[in-house]
């Protein structure tokens, strides 16, 4: 039987070598990237998309696998993106990194 020290370990391994690996094979970036094109077709200019949400839920690693490239940084720990980031897509599509939102009591 496995101790959860090796059970951690294996898990820690494994994620190192998923973030290694090359992100255009991302299932559902082809989709998305796809909606994103004909929508830009539609408006006949420019569009920018933002991509929002909590701390630490894959924001940048959408943009990464929409990309097929490494275009932000990522990591496990919230905060790795500091600020906004704008990422051109194509020539029609510019990507938004934005930082965690974080709601207050006020």
């Known amino acids: 039987m496995a101790t959860s020290t090796t059970i951690f370990k294996k898990s820690m391994t494994e994620k190192e070598a998923m973030a290694s ?3 255009s094979s991302v299932t ?3 989709k998305l990237q796809k909606i994103l ?14 991509i929002v ?3 630490n839920v894959g924001k940048s690693s959408i943009i990464n696998s929409l990309k097929g490239a490494r ?4 990591g ?7 600020s906004m980031q704008e990422i051109n897509l ?3 599509i510019v990507l938004v990194d934005s930082p965690g939102i974080i709601s207050t009591d006020d």
């Not at 094109?37 to 933002?50: H, L, M, N, P």
């Not at 496990?76 to 500091?82: A, E, I, L, R, S």
Request: aromatic fraction near 8%; proline fraction near 5%.
């Open 21 to 23: 690996k090359q992100t």
């Open 28 to 30: 559902g970036a082809e």
């Open 37 to 50: 094109f004909s929508y830009s077709k539609k408006q006949e200019k420019k569009i920018t998309v933002a």
């Open 53 to 55: 949400g909590f701390p």
């Open 71 to 74: 275009a932000t940084a990522v």
């Open 76 to 82: 496990n720990t919230p905060g790795v993106t500091k």
């Open 90 to 92: 194509n020539k029609a």
